[in-house]
């Protein structure tokens, strides 16, 4: 069988799937960042409410099976990208520098200036990767009740 790998955009009916495929790949993160991750608190209702609501997401599959998923929405002008998933089995093959080629090609389908998300100050491989591909700080924030910074974001100028 050939080994076919298909990014599309999701819809509804893929709900379901997005959430079980977040919910393995955040998995390693449990215990490990504070706050936790919001990442777990995800359900097929909650994204099919967020895809209602004016957001998007991006799937990856291969050879019909999802292994990947992002959610995607405008922000300040920009697109900004959540949740970047790819299941434990599937990592270590570039599916998520695809996954956000493939935000980035949404964004300049849609003319946005640029690409923003969000990263946990403790995660540094991500943070890595992010820099990697142009991706520069922009801000520190902390999460409601800490007084401290959990977070970084980031942006990417497309111009």
């Known amino acids: 069988m050939s080994d076919t790998l298909v990014l599309r955009t999701a819809t509804a009916d893929d709900a379901a799937g997005m959430a079980a495929v977040i919910a393995a790949s955040f998995a390693q993160y449990r215990g490990r960042l504070v706050p936790e991750s919001g990442a ?41 990208f959540g949740r970047l998933s790819v299941l434990p ?4 093959q ?45 801000s520190r924030e902390a999460h409601p009740g800490f007084d401290y910074p959990t977070s970084i974001n980031m942006r990417k100028s497309l111009s």
Request: aromatic share 4%; with cysteine; charged share 30%.
């Open 89 to 92: 089995s599937a990592r270590g």
């Open 94 to 138: 570039g599916l998520a520098r695809q996954l956000i080629d493939a935000v980035e090609a949404e964004a300049r389908r849609r003319s946005l200036s640029g690409i923003r998300l969000a990263v946990r100050i403790v995660l540094t491989d991500n943070q890595r990767l992010f820099h990697a591909l142009g991706y520069r700080e922009t």
């Open 40 to 80: 777990f608190r995800e359900t097929a209702a909650t994204i099919a409410a967020e895809l209602d609501g004016g957001a998007s997401a991006i799937v990856a599959e291969r050879n019909g099976e999802m292994i990947g998923c992002v959610l995607v929405e405008e922000k300040e002008g920009d697109l900004y």
